[in-house]
């Protein structure tokens, strides 16, 4: 880290910081300058230190030069994190495709459009049994009925599967019958939901939050990883930004640039990330040319007729197939190849 | 509501989309244009029926004309809201002012700043207890003994208080000792919060999200509202934007528009919504004549060794206390007083 | 258009804007509904007319359902516009490779570069005369030299050239000496800019404003193609968000939906798109699999010495090299071919 | 200023980046940490310089300490800017008030305007001659010949005028008929406009881009001042966000800051910084309270009939009338006081 002082800071201010600094335990280097005094550090420093120095008197500014995260790191682990769950690979070359419905509706639905994601050669049932929406009368949701309903289609069809939590309280139940649990865009600085899955036992989607940096993320990400669970992958799902023709816009730049600065595998959400059916299919081509290790994508038998009127974003079952078909091509153009199927997918 | 249809849409669709309005018994107004055909719909629109209607193949686009919110509508309620708190009134004509630390650090420093609040004519002490931080290796708070720290120094200084929630399994313990409960802004569509926040019996000071419209904090107030609780402050607390000078950007339109489209009272934060010392005394002039119903400010005895970091947005007391001796020429000029004081401060 | 009014709008209000519409030979349809009354225009409604009902007494909103831009607008003309300039097809499924420095710097330098973009398949050699600097005291360019150095690598290694116009006093020369004019981010709204160009006999490249709407580079086209220049080619180069790690936001979802509002080919820019050289192969990559009609890339043979600063974010030549031959296998499983190269490029 | 390099970069490399920076007759203090190491740089860096080392291999990253405009900056001009335009004082303690329609229509209807103008105790006549439109189809303006309607109607009744030049090639016409040119929002990095201003022997308001910076404004104007031309106001119109309610969010901070950093006066507009009337007043007295120098605000006898469509945002003359007492009150509170006016308004 280095501390930066102007010219006209007294030297008994210059002084006092590096007396905070020194009784850390930490070196100072110093570099006097025409107009500024550059105070160097060296050592580990912590982010109260670091807190304190900025707002010291004399300081002018304060330019971190390592990283707050560390764990999500590629610094500290630079081999790709693979994330196995009975046989599903995601991350390093693997493609994962997550498919299925805005919101579960009914047993029939998720069982139908399970069997169509599984038979597209999908991995993952995508599905919400708790949906947050905008305002308090629209539909919330089937509840805890969705996770039972899903998990059953998941195994009927043998697919893994994927649900969003969205307070502490539902951890526990959502992880007794989902995979994979998914962390939403407006909750991705819900400390509190990510301390609690740092401890839950199954892997996690952390959705970037729509206005969140790189930085962002990859400090939430943190406070799971650094809870204990290891098994974390990035979703890039579309930021607000002036434009209104579509809902988000869908920033791929992210994908290389959180597999250069992380491990972790980095999935994208076109259906999300433009709103619109038509965008989806250029999108999720486009997100695995920059490299996505997967993609999460809405699909509805019925997008008319969708109780979350999501169905506007969701493909038609055969989008869902021939998009599937095309990115089987693609793929390995770019060093991906779709990854394996759940192992012994248990016959009901 | 309205539905747009293309010129290009068969008669069988459009009549399609008139079938589904008239199930839900509103009646319908055509208007055929030279491109398009104009549907209104005349009664209570739900959700779900707008929803089903924007997925529906044809439509081009569908208009909302009324608000989806309604009891946090100035057409629902359209006199002010005053909340009153043991004699202190927040809204209407009332201007105000709490003040305090960015974190409860300690019984000495709390009760020393609260003395100076109070001193200064402020009516509200604010400080955190539950720390909202970016990476899990900052300072996160004292926790629950903050609460009772800060209760004692509202007591003894007779100044109401007001401190952050996080997460619903708290808000019992935090309604029991702070008089006000404030809803952070990366917490503002955290539904799970604000539901259990529409029970609690407190007063709420809702922040807006960093990148939430205006419909989507008064949609997020309604789930407070529609919970019961009907005492709900509204706070610009500043948005994201790509100036990086400033920590957030001060919407100070917010104001008047949030004055405009609701009955509830407008606070005001120029500390965070400007992230610098130098800037909140002419941004909080700003507020007020701008209309603002209050100001929540940080005020630290001890910026520069504070805990969080927020030093640096942190006014010395007596800035604090020349801020508002300006604060009350201005007032009068654009129809606003100091709220009175807590009625019969007790003596300890 | 639609004209929507509260229902506590007088009835001699509504009658006024009824007079007003039908005065300029309009016809009305009217829709009253519970809250608000529509009225609904039938013909062509004059910008001007649409300006003034906004803007009566009484109008809550007005809502257009036609675009502002006809001659820019697929429902015009639905066919892709394919531009050929001596043999080199822009548009349709051709796949378009412009390359280049930044900035001219010298004959050795551009001639150099010409050479290895030709070596590599491309098509267009790009290379600014005239740079648009944020600050007075940076390299401007190296001015009109520059044009004829280009000109002369374009035409010894049978290329097409590509330079930007900054000022409308410049499009004559520059149309002199280059194949195509260039709009940047930052002229996309200089009008007297657009208009000059309408007339300039020279296709033009209009870069989308850092901060535009897709409705306001449409518009900025029709400007070009109202002047009766019909060679117009739109390019999303970057949009400015929150994020400060890349220099800009590459906006990919700009590709497939200006292709639906519009006939014009999209250039993708992922070089300022980006800012930084590692994410310009895998962003190139992701626009063509978006349906990207063509890319202009900057590269340098010697980027840490670049007059602009820009080589940061320039391609050495076996990077651009290397991406090219990636390409032409990506490129058919999206449609996309490479376009052909320029007719009897002329020996010296 | 400051050079970051890795822990992985080779001494050679150090050596080279170090060689570069003494070849430029600077010296250099090294500080090495356990990651980085930190590179000072004494003495005047060139733009150049900063850009070639930008770009050099090894080099993570240059932290700029000193600014890069000079001329703005209040490090270099500590006091405010008065300037004084025939007795019209704009800058430090005065507060200058423009007001008039959007764009010039008729000799009867500016001069109307202008009357009301004087009459309210304004000193400056605004109206637009050449309107900068997002399509070509809108109405561009009265051209020339409103350029002598408004300089009559200003000789006439004792005001200044302001006017807004949109391309070179009419700054001399724009500066024979106006007192003061104004930049709009789309041209503030239209550099040969800046770059012909700067000779143009009459002061500059330089409107704010809708997503610059404050670095990119106050870049801007150090075009026009190293021109030769001192007299620069700065302009806050709003920035784009992606709340759509308003047209655009005044960023208000923008006053405290800009003052901070420069020394020219700020003039806020809360008329296009709102886009909508109702707001016009509480956003102009938030302005004085933040510290404007002034204000330029659109007034119009007939708003509901305006030519471009700005009606809606436009003041009725009572309401600004209004408005202007109301500031003189406000005013001194914030140490601001009415500018004087125009020194023996001539006769007609």
Chains 1, 2, 3, 4 share one sequence.
């Not at 962390?183 to 509190?192: A, E, Y």
């Not at 920059?290 to 997008?303: F, K, S, V």
Request: hydrophobic residues 40%.
């Amino acid at each position: 880290m280095i501390v930066i002082t102007s010219n006209q800071t007294p030297q008994e201010q210059v002084n006092e910081i590096i007396a905070v600094i020194e009784k850390e335990g930490l070196q100072v280097h110093l570099s006097r300058g025409a107009d500024h005094t550059v105070i160097g550090l060296v050592g580990g420093v912590t982010p109260k230190l670091a807190e304190h120095l900025r707002q010291m008197k004399g300081v002018e500014n304060v330019v971190k030069i390592s990283k707050s995260y560390k764990l999500a790191s590629r610094d500290f682990h630079p081999e790709d994190t693979v994330i196995d769950i009975r046989g599903v690979k995601i991350g390093g070359e693997n493609l994962v495709i997550m498919g299925g419905p805005c919101a579960v509706e009914s047993p029939e639905q998720i069982d139908e459009i399970a069997r169509l994601v599984k038979a597209s050669g999908g991995q993952v049932l995508r599905g919400g049994a708790f949906k947050p929406r905008t305002g308090p009368y629209s539909f919330q949701g089937v509840g805890v009925e969705g996770l039972t309903m899903m998990a059953e289609a998941g195994k009927r069809h043998g697919l893994l599967t994927i649900t969003e939590v969205m307070t502490p309280e539902y951890v526990d139940i959502c992880a007794e019958h989902a995979d994979i649990l998914q962390v939403g865009t407006r909750n991705m600085q819900n400390f509190d939901l990510l301390r609690k899955l740092g401890t839950c036992g199954r892997p996690v989607l952390l959705k970037r939050g729509f206005s969140a940096t790189y930085d962002e993320l990859l400090n939430a990400a943190e406070y799971i990883l650094a809870g204990g669970n290891r098994d974390v992958m990035l979703c890039e799902r579309g930021i607000r930004t002036f434009e209104t023709y579509t809902r988000n816009t869908l920033d791929l730049s992210a994908i290389p640039v959180l597999q250069n600065l992380s491990h972790l595998p980095v999935i994208s959400d076109p259906s999300h990330g433009t709103g619109r059916r038509e965008l989806v299919e250029p999108m999720a081509k486009a997100s695995v040319a920059a490299g996505a290790n997967g993609l999460i994508i809405e699909m509805h038998t019925d997008p008319d007729n969708s109780m979350t009127g999501d169905g506007v974003q969701s493909l038609f079952p055969e989008q869902f197939d021939k998009l599937l078909r095309d990115l089987e091509k693609l793929a390995p153009l770019v060093g991906r190849r779709f990854s394996n199927s759940l192992e012994a997918a248990p016959a009901l």
